[in-house]
């Protein structure tokens, strides 16, 4: 391989999820936050959900990693399962070997073995990936062990994790009372430009460049708009130009080589790629960088408008610490508040089980499609929302109209 050729000591843009490797960006460390809160609070599940390759499963290896001893895991990650095969897979994770059981020695037996764990001052935490799989009944059967207790408190921590349809599985009316249970929810968005920058050189300098320069600057944006700041799709991208600089002869990479790489793997541009699936009045709604403007928010106080806010696509939480995207100084807003996802289709707002709710039209929302002019209510405090993507719409109508048709 290029080890030797470039002077690193690992590969530092393998697939497989390694701690060793992790990069917080913000919205990764805010994710890490909520895991590590599980290990604190026993009321209720810690959701996670993320695009396939933005980092769900290292952030997880990584939290595991730095648990302390006297935490007890279970991590299940084959989620086709029935219920009692996911029993099993629990079980088994414990030390069990349940395969004989039936259905109700499966509960007693984990029951039991959650109730010495606690007598024993060690804290027992089930981590679920690829959580989006499980079919309902699965998901019923993890209420009923999250509510496990003994006189004071509930032994059973749980982390879910998996893809976006997650959410919009935990609210649909069949699992209501599930959803009630879920105290914190967190979506990973890609990598910034900035970020998708500072976790390749991160990647490098473990993998032992000491500060050498192995990709050109200029490479980065020609990265970011094959990538989207995908994790997974820039460790693709990187590997596969590093081989073509090894191929060559070359100790860097420049645009030159990582495009030949980007010819290699045959990509298009990944805003390309995922309207792939959209249909013409959609693409006509997508951005054509990642800074285009698709909605507004006003926030305003007793009348008063105290700031404004653009909504690009990814997701901003909104809430009372300085830490949000978009801070409310109000005791009346929960720390983490609520999120407002935005892609070129449009915006979903998001309640992150705050105290006080989220209302719109003085009716309290868990998850709200937003339409313009919707006014978010949120204790004292307003935000109205803007949608700019019909003018947007108009405006890429009229460029492609105004196009000279093309030569035969």
């Known amino acids: 391989m290029y080890l030797e050729h470039f002077g690193l000591h690992e590969l530092p843009f393998r697939l497989s999820p390694d701690p060793a490797f992790l990069y917080l960006s913000k919205h990764h460390a805010r994710a890490k936050a909520y895991m590590e809160s599980t290990v604190w609070f026993t009321d209720g599940f810690v959701v996670i959900t993320g695009e396939i390759g933005s980092g769900k499963t290292t952030l997880i290896e990584s939290f595991i990693h730095e648990l302390e001893k006297d935490v007890v895991v279970a991590q299940v990650n084959q989620t086709q399962v029935s219920a009692i095969e996911f029993l099993q897979s629990v079980l088994v994770q414990f030390g069990f070997s349940p395969f004989k059981m039936k259905k109700a020695e499966l509960l007693a037996t ?108 200029d490479t980065f944006p020609l990265l970011y708009r094959y990538t989207g700041g995908v994790p997974r799709l820039v460790n693709t991208l990187c590997d596969t130009a590093m081989m073509s600089a090894f191929a060559l002869e070359q100790t860097e990479v420049s645009r030159e080589t990582l495009r030949a790489a980007i010819d290699e793997l045959q990509w298009v541009e990944f805003a390309a790629r995922t309207s792939r699936m959209l249909s013409p009045q959609m693409r006509l709604l997508r951005p054509a960088d990642p800074s285009q403007v698709l909605a507004r928010l006003i926030l305003t106080h007793d009348g008063t408008t105290v700031g404004q806010f653009e909504l690009h696509s990814g997701r901003v939480i909104i809430g009372r610490t300085s830490d949000n995207d978009i801070p409310v100084d109000s005791k009346f807003v929960s720390r983490h508040h609520c999120q407002i996802t935005t892609t070129p289709e449009g915006s979903v707002l998001e309640d992150l089980n705050s105290t006080n709710g989220v209302f719109i039209k003085k009716k309290r929302v868990r998850r709200h499609h937003l339409n313009d002019g919707d006014v978010i209510v949120l204790g004292r405090h307003e935000l109205m929302y803007l949608d700019e993507r019909a003018a947007l719409a108009r405006e890429r109508e009229e460029e492609a109209a105004a196009e000279p048709p093309a030569a035969d």
């Open 110 to 217: 984990l029951n039991q073995f959650l109730v010495e764990q606690y007598a024993a001052s060690r804290k027992v935490l089930l981590i679920v990936d690829e959580a989006q799989n499980l079919a309902n009944k699965v998901l019923e059967e993890l209420r009923m062990l999250s509510g496990v207790e003994t006189t004071k408190d509930k032994v059973l921590r749980i982390i879910l994790a998996g893809q976006p349809e997650l959410s919009d599985k935990l609210d649909s009316p069949e699992l209501i009372q599930l959803s009630q249970r879920v105290r914190l929810r967190f979506h990973l968005t890609a990598l910034s430009p900035e970020d998708m920058r500072a976790y390749v050189l991160h990647r490098l300098d473990v993998a032992g460049s000491q500060g050498r320069t192995i990709f050109h600057d």
